[in-house]
Every structure is written in structure tokens, then in C-alpha cells.
């Protein structure tokens, strides 16, 4: 196998973990912030822990046709930013922000930044360790982020760094209501670094004060 064929191995491998980390993310953070019913979840496994994901069909072809695009998109390169709006369904105002930063460590269409990358290879068990990591402290984000008093509904934005053609999959940020500096709050999470990508997770929410 020629070292470029390798590095595509790597790099899509790279893309799907972290296209499917997102999924579970989705998942979890619909369900922990109840909108939707406890019910309409079921349990799987995923990265060596038992993670919920919805049962409702529509909601999960929604959220699968995104991250089969989302993929693509990781692969090339295309986004930097995934943002998972909560939203009031009543006054379409923002409640909660969920930012994932995904930033491209290496150009593999280098030769030699290939090569480098390949000789610090990490393993699948030390990041699916990570990701363990952070879908515990998303799940224990309850504690301290508010209840909702309205009914929410979610939005999924991307942030393109080049030229994309979006589907009608996805959301449009525009006529949402942003939460005011003076009551939000924001919290970081762990990070996850692959061998060709680091990903960043962040919570920006309304305090309701």
C-alpha cells in the first residue's frame, strides 16, 4: 500500500468516527434536554458505552441524511463548524448553542506531513476513550444547565470553509432569536483528537434570570 493510499484510509476513518460522534451527540443531547419524550429512546452501543438514540423514524432519517453528508464534507475538508441550535418553538428564540469546531490537523495531500502524521498513529481505543469522556460530561450537563420553561425543537447548522451545496436537510440560522450576551453562559468540554483531526465541543445557553 502506497503511503498515499494509506493516508486515505486514514483520513477516512478519521471522517467517519467523528461524523459518527456527532450522531451520538445529537441523540444524547435530545434526549438529556427532554425534547423529546424519554420514551420515543432506546439504547445502543456505541464507542464502548450504552448511548441513547431516538426510535422516532422521522427524526432519525432527519438526522442520518445530515451526517451522511456531514461526512463527505469532513472528508474534504469543507466545514469547521457544526452548531445544534435548541430553540423555542413559541418565540423561535435560541435557548441553547451546541458548537462542535472541527479543525484539519494535517494536508494530506503532502507527501511529507503524511509521513509525519503516520509516525504518531493513535489508536481507535484511545479516542473512542475521549469520546467516553465527553458524552459522560454532555449527559451530566443536565445539572447545571436550566429547565426549559417553553417547548424547544432543534436546528442543525453547518459552517462551511469553501463553497457547499447544502440540502434542503439543512437549517437556516436566520429569524432565530440569539441569546443575549448578558444572560448567557458557556461551558467547554474535553476535546477529541484523531490523526487527522481535533474536534472541540462547546455548550452556549440561556440562564433565564
Known sequence: MTTEQSNTL?????????????????????????????????????????????????????????????????YNGKINWLTLLIVSTETEAISEKWMFNIDVKNDLSNNETAVESQTSMKSLEEIQKEIQTIIRQISSSVAYLPVFEEEQTFKILVHATGDIKSTKDWSDAKGFREIDEKVAESVQFDGIETNNHNVSTFVTYRTFD
Open 10 to 74: 486514514q483520513l477516512k476513518g478519521s471522517s467517519r468516527v467523528i461524523s459518527d460522534y456527532f450522531e451520538i451527540c445529537i441523540h444524547n443531547i435530545l434526549f438529556q434536554r427532554k425534547i423529546y419524550p424519554r420514551e420515543d429512546f432506546k439504547v445502543i452501543r456505541k464507542f464502548g458505552l450504552n448511548v441513547v438514540f431516538s426510535k422516532n423514524e422521522r427524526i432519525t432519517e432527519y438526522i442520518k441524511k445530515i451526517i451522511k453528508q456531514l461526512h463527505s464534507w469532513i
